[in-house]
C-alpha cells in the first residue's frame, strides 16, 4: 500500500522555535536549493499545517543548511552526502556555538527535510540515517528555590502613581499570569492561547492545548486559583472591548487583544528585575513547576502528563536532586546510613 508523502516524511506537528544569537545575512542560495526550500516550506504549511512559529523554525534550520552545502559546492540538495551532513552539524557546536537541544531540533529539521525529498523521488538514499543525535541536555535548566518563587509570584504591586485606572488594575493580571505559570507549568505559547472558558475554578483545572494542538487538564493550586478569580472580577472586565477583540482569552492586553508571547516574556522578565533575580524568563517557570514537584514525591508519568510530554525522556531532564537531598535520603534509608 502506497503512502503518502505527508505519511513518509514524518513531519511532526510542533518543533518549538529557540532564540538564537542573530547572524549575518547568507549569500544567496542557488536556484536549485532555493526550489527545494520553497517548496518544502509550502508543504508544511499547507499539507501539514504547521503554525507560525513552527515554519520560522524550519526556515531558519533549513537556511544554515542550505548555505553551508553551497559553500561546499551542492548547489541542489538532492546531492548530499552523508559527509556534507556531518560536517554541517559539526559546525553548528563550534562556527555557531548552538546549544545541545538547538543542535537536536535543528537534526529534526534535517531528518524531516530529507525524508520530503526521498518522499518526492528526488534522493535514492537518505543521507541522515547515518546521523548521530547529540544529547539534549548537557546542563540541568533553571530553576528557582521556593522562597525566589515566593519573591517573583509577589513582585506585581499596584503602581503609586497609576496613569489611569488600566493601569492601576495590570499588576492583577500580571500576577495571576505568574501564578498559572507556576501552578500550572504551561508554556509561554500555552498561557496565551487560554480562554476564559478553559478556567474551571471550582474544580481547580485548566484546559491547556499544547504542542499539536493536543488538550490536556491541569490542576491549579489554591494561589493560582484566588488570583485568577481576582482578575476575572476586577481586572477582566475594564479590558474587555464591545468589539470582541479579546476572541474569548484569558488573558488581554490594555487594548483589550489577547496578550502575545512577547507579552507574557516581558511580564515574567519584568517581575524577576523587581524580585532581583536575573535570567528567568517563562521556561523557567515551568523547569521550577516539574522539579518542585518531583522533589516532593510526585511520580514521573504525572509530571509527564501535567507538562504534555509526548517522550518520557524529556521529563526526566528534571529528576536532578541536588548533593544535600541525595545524603539525606542515603542516610535515612540506607542500613549503613
Not at 530553576?143 to 509570584?153: D, F, K, N, T, Y
Not at 477582566?236 to 468589539?243: E, N, Q, S, V
Not at 488581554?252 to 528585575?273: Q, Y
Not at 541536588?322 to 542515603?330: E, F, M, T
Request: charged residues 25%; hydrophobic residues 40%; glycine residues 6%.
Amino acid at each position: 500500500m502506497a503512502h503518502s508523502p505527508r505519511q513518509q516524511s514524518g513531519v511532526p506537528r510542533r518543533i518549538v522555535a529557540s532564540r538564537e544569537l542573530a547572524t549575518p545575512t547568507p549569500p544567496p542560495l542557488p536556484e536549485p536549493s532555493l526550489k527545494s526550500r520553497e517548496a518544502f516550506v509550502a508543504y508544511l504549511r499547507v499539507e501539514v499545517g504547521a503554525s507560525r512559529h513552527t515554519l520560522d523554525a524550519y526556515a531558519r534550520d533549513l537556511d544554515m543548511l542550505l548555505s553551508d552545502l553551497a559553500g561546499a559546492g551542492v548547489a541542489d540538495p538532492a546531492h548530499t552526502t552523508p559527509r556534507h551532513l556531518s560536517t554541517h552539524v559539526a559546525s553548528l557546536r563550534t562556527a555557531r556555538s548552538l546549544s545541545p537541544a538547538s543542535v537536536v531540533r535543528h537534526l529534526a529539521t534535517i531528518k524531516v527535510f530529507y525524508r520530503w525529498l526521498l518522499a518526492r523521488g528526488r534522493m535514492e538514499k537518505n543521507p541522515t540515517e547515518l546521523l548521530e543525535r547529540p544529547h539534549r541536555w548537557k546542563s540541568l535548566p533553571d530553576v528557582l528555590s521556593p522562597r525566589q518563587l515566593r519573591e517573583l509570584l509577589a513582585a506585581p504591586r499596584p503602581p503609586e502613581n497609576p496613569k489611569n485606572s488600566i493601569d492601576a488594575l495590570l499588576w492583577i493580571r500580571d500576577r495571576a499570569m505568574l501564578e498559572l505559570l507556576y501552578a500550572s507549568g504551561l508554556r509561554a505559547t500555552e498561557i496565551t492561547r487560554v480562554e476564559r472558558q478553559d478556567v474551571v475554578g471550582e474544580i481547580g483545572v485548566v484546559r491547556v492545548v499544547g504542542k499539536g494542538d493536543k488538550a490536556r487538564l491541569v490542576p491549579m493550586g489554591a494561589p493560582a486559583r484566588a488570583a485568577i478569580a481576582r482578575y476575572i472580577d476586577e481586572c477582566r472586565p475594564a479590558l474587555l472591548r464591545p468589539d470582541g477583540r479579546d476572541k474569548g482569552k484569558l488573558f488581554l492586553s490594555r487594548t483589550g487583544r489577547p496578550l502575545g508571547r512577547d507579552s507574557v516574556w516581558n511580564i515574567v522578565t519584568d517581575a524577576a528585575r523587581l524580585a532581583g533575580l536575573r535570567g528567568v524568563h517563562p521556561h523557567t517557570l515551568r523547569h521550577s513547576f516539574a522539579t518542585h514537584l518531583l522533589s516532593g514525591g510526585a511520580d514521573l508519568r504525572v509530571v509527564q502528563e501535567m507538562l504534555g510530554h509526548a517522550d518520557i525522556a524529556t521529563t526526566q531532564i528534571y529528576t536532578h536532586v541536588d548533593s544535600s537531598r541525595l545524603r539525606s535520603v542515603h542516610k535515612k534509608f540506607h542500613p549503613r546510613g
